[in-house]
């Protein structure tokens, strides 16, 4: 009977759940309001960008690539509000990502023969921003390319931005209120 006792009343501590993990130490914080900015500021750049070869106006290019590359912001990245209120570390890893990527991009082949320095320094200050709290992500080189595949690729990768910084600057506003 002492047995039955005993189990009875370790029982309900076996239904516990387990205790909390310790809250990481406070660091470098991220600066909302400044990312806010930046990043509407860097969706304006790219909405002004006219495009320097005229066919390529009505083209709509598609690739995609199933490593998910380049980064994009998914419903599986954290991304909205409520969660964004309790835990940003995956959706502001994803965004370090993604800037990266683009400023990568940027510097690349790519665009030697058109050079962007307006994007550029709003991808190296959003980046510094995000940077002090997440620290540096892997990098993924850019491929070389043919000349001939510049305007294509300048096409591809400045829609893609577009698309990056719209759904980032969203981010942004949210978590900057």
């Known amino acids: 009977m ?5 189990l009875c009343l370790c029982l ?9 993990a310790p809250a990481p130490a406070p660091g470098p914080r991220t600066d909302w309001a400044a990312c806010r900015s930046l990043s ?3 969706s304006r750049l790219v909405a002004t960008l006219e495009e320097p070869h005229r066919f390529l106006e009505e083209t709509h290019l598609s690739e ?7 980064p994009r912001i998914r ?5 909205d509000p409520p969660t964004l209120d309790t835990n940003n570390t995956r959706c502001l890893q994803r965004i370090l990502q993604g800037l990266q990527h683009y400023r990568d991009l940027l510097g ?3 665009f030697t023969a058109r050079r962007l320095p307006g994007l550029e320094a709003a991808l190296d200050q959003l980046l510094g921003l995000v940077q002090q709290e ?4 892997p990098r993924h080189p850019v491929a070389p390319s ?10 591809l990768a400045l829609q893609r931005l577009q698309s990056f910084a719209a759904v980032m600057s969203r981010v942004f506003t949210h978590s900057a209120r």
């Open 2 to 6: 002492a047995p039955l006792r005993r």
């Open 12 to 20: 309900p501590l076996l239904l516990l759940p387990p205790p909390a």
């Open 40 to 42: 509407r500021e860097l």
């Open 64 to 70: 995609e690539d199933p490593k998910n590359w380049p």
């Open 75 to 79: 419903c599986s990245d954290a991304c």
């Open 108 to 110: 690349s082949d790519i």
């Open 134 to 137: 997440h620290g540096h992500p």
């Open 146 to 155: 043919e000349a001939w595949e510049h305007p294509l690729l300048q096409r």
